[in-house]
């Protein structure tokens, strides 16, 4: 069985900072895909970012990058000079490869505020 | 722009009343799923389809079934609504036919916030 945790229930930051999310994940499977979304207020989950276990480099989407640690099993979000409307809450999630019509695991989510 | 489409945001209920969550989105997407979302449990698969009138329990179907007639549109009934149901219910899709591969994001509704009384 696959497991995603997600250890901090809720994170402050500054508005300018850099913050980071963190996430672990547990998986026997060798080939699985990490992922991590955002939810606003208004409901709508938004991908962010992907990392697939073989990726050698770590990935980088604009502000978005993923600290792949795959030895710790850690996919750690980092967003780069917070602004006011990344506060939301995000949900790191995985994939393995053998899981029929692309069935994911989440974590519990983090919520994020950022401060002005 | 692609879109996933859920027929409310809000919806409250009575208990035993049957309740029908309906999704649809336009991308041609070939899976569509359903989850529950409540505080410190994060989101939970209730079920999912891969196909016309294909469905598959998640992890915690009890309670719920659904239909899926057409491509395009994937429902979630809850045949006798009870007060433990009372949640986010969010509707997301995703394309491959069979999603073997792990980089498949998934594209989510805007959620449907279930009151039942």
């Known amino acids: 069985a696959q497991k995603i945790t997600q250890t901090q229930p809720g994170m402050f930051v500054q508005e300018k900072e850099a913050v980071t999310l963190d996430c672990t994940y547990d998986?026997?499977?060798?080939?699985?895909?990490l992922f991590w979304y955002k939810q606003p207020s208004s409901g709508e989950m938004i991908f962010l970012i992907y990392?697939?276990?073989?990726?050698?480099q770590n990935a980088t989407e604009g502000r978005y990058s993923l600290n792949f640690q795959k030895a710790r099993k850690s996919a750690n979000l980092v967003i780069s000079a917070s602004q006011l409307g990344d506060s939301a809450m995000y949900f790191c999630a995985m994939r393995v490869h053998n899981t029929n019509a692309g069935k994911s695991t989440f974590g519990d989510g983090t919520t994020l505020t950022v401060k002005p | 722009d692609v879109k996933v489409t859920q027929s409310s945001r809000y919806l409250v209920k009575r208990t035993g009343e049957k309740v029908f969550l309906e999704c649809v989105q336009d991308?041609?997407?070939?899976?569509m799923f359903w989850y529950r979302q409540d505080p410190g449990l994060g989101l939970r698969l209730i079920y999912f389809s891969y196909d016309v009138k294909m469905k598959e329990k998640g992890d915690i179907p009890e309670g719920y079934s659904v239909s899926r007639e057409k491509k395009e549109r994937f429902s979630l009934i809850l045949e006798s609504a009870s007060t433990n149901q009372t949640s986010m219910y969010l509707c997301a899709s995703s394309s491959h036919k069979i999603a073997r591969t792990t980089n498949e994001k998934l594209f989510f509704g805007s959620g449907t916030q279930l009151s039942v009384l």
């Open positions: 990392q697939g276990s073989y990726d050698q």
């Open positions: 991308m041609d997407h070939e899976n």
């Open positions: 998986t026997s499977d060798p080939s699985y895909g």
